[in-house]
């Protein structure tokens, strides 16, 4: 037995230390129990207690979650094709979880589970179909084409306020829980702008992360910014009745960006959606808007860096509402409390 599996059998039957919301455990498994649990499906995914077991069925040499948990998974013992992880998770009946299994690099699109607690938050409404449109256009930065997904929603009348969206193929999905929140009330209509990342490859520092992390390449993110608030906006002003009120949002380093946009550009962005940012404020910060903050139990690096910038921002006046949600770093959370961010950001 490997000292990894060894140190989690210890904590099988040991509580959640104070101020851990999840740790790995271990207990051998009988194979043919896994297999009839398994049925005739890859992934089996349930609870005892407050452990949640994954068990994985494939030919893989490694194997690690990519949702809302992200352990690797170990080889059961005694097999070459089934693979597991078990955690002990603070409150785990009120969690919503989605468990993506990734072997190489790529995610097993047949075999995803979304773990939903029975005293779980009942998920937003979902628009199968939209009544607003999602469109993808061009605009150029840096000499190449750079995507832009634009959300026009259901538009009554009057000028309309705007949010621009980091990662911005992400739209679309985001326009799926807006738009039943805008048709109920909950908000007026708002456009998305979407900009989509750079996704290029090479070590870290990415292309993504040189546009969106202020310290990763500061030239590129400062060219960046420049272009959404001198090319984009102004592009996207011609194409619907614009109010001029515009907000910045985004996930993980998108949420970093959206942030630092607002501190440099506080004369365009009056309102942030921040949801799970992965650095901390810098020395300074200043608030001229309303910032949404959030992020889940169950990613402690994303967590604190939010909890920090909400405390900062309150501590000099700030007008700040965070919330945490009993889950990880997940779309579905993304999702779900982008429109709650807006509802907050539009009062």
């Known amino acids: 037995m490997d000292v990894e599996r060894r140190e989690a ?5 040991s509580a959640l230390p104070e101020g851990v919301n999840v740790m790995r455990v271990w207990t051998p498994r009988d194979p043919d129990s896994l297999r009839k649990r398994l049925g005739d499906d890859g992934l089996a995914v349930w609870a005892e207690d407050d452990v949640l077991h994954v068990v994985w069925r494939g030919a893989a040499r490694r194997v690690e979650l990519i ?3 992200r352990p690797r998974l170990w080889l059961v013992e005694g097999t070459d094709d089934l693979w597991e992880a078990s955690l002990r998770i603070r409150r785990l009946d009120e969690a919503v979880i989605d468990i993506v299994p990734c072997v190489g690099g790529s995610r097993t699109a047949m075999d995803e589970v979304r773990w939903h607690g ?18 993808r256009h061009e605009v150029e930065f840096a000499g190449r084409p750079r995507a832009i997904t634009l959300y026009r929603p259901p538009i009554g009348g009057g000028l309309v306020p705007a949010c621009c ?12 829980t807006v738009e039943p929140a805008i048709l109920a009330g909950k908000f007026p209509a708002v456009v998305l702008v979407g900009i989509d990342s750079d996704h290029g490859a090479g070590a870290y520092p990415d292309p993504r992360a040189r546009e969106y992390l202020p310290d990763a390449d500061p030239d590129r993110f400062a060219a960046h910014l420049a ?30 960006w959206a942030l630092t946009a607002a ?3 506080p ?14 404020p810098p020395a300074e910060v200043h608030t001229l808007g309303r910032h949404y903050l959030g992020a889940g139990t169950l990613e402690p690096g994303f967590r604190s860096a939010s ?11 700030g007008r700040v509402r965070h919330e945490e949600w009993i889950g990880g770093h997940d779309h579905y959370w993304w999702t779900q409390r982008f429109p709650t961010a807006l509802e907050w950001l539009l009062a």
């Not at 029975?118 to 999602?134: D, I, K, N, S, Y």
């Not at 959404?228 to 998108?254: K, L, Q, T």
């Not at 004369?267 to 901390?280: K, R, Y």
């Not at 909890?307 to 006046?317: F, N, P, Q, T, Y």
């Open 9 to 13: 059998a210890e904590r099988y039957d």
């Open 67 to 69: 949702g809302g948990v």
């Open 118 to 135: 029975p005293e779980a938050v009942e998920p937003r409404p979902v628009a199968q179909a939209l009544v607003g449109t999602v469109e």
């Open 165 to 176: 969206v980091a990662d911005g193929g992400s739209v679309g999905l985001f326009a799926r």
């Open 227 to 256: 272009f959404v608030v001198d090319e984009v906006i102004p592009w996207a002003e011609e194409r619907f009745p614009a109010s001029g009120h515009w907000m910045s949002g985004g996930y993980s380093n998108g949420a970093v």
């Open 263 to 265: 501190q440099r550009r």
């Open 267 to 280: 004369d365009v962005f009056t309102g942030v959606a921040a949801l799970s940012p992965g650095i901390p």
């Open 307 to 317: 909890a920090e910038w909400a405390r900062r921002l309150a501590g000099i006046g």
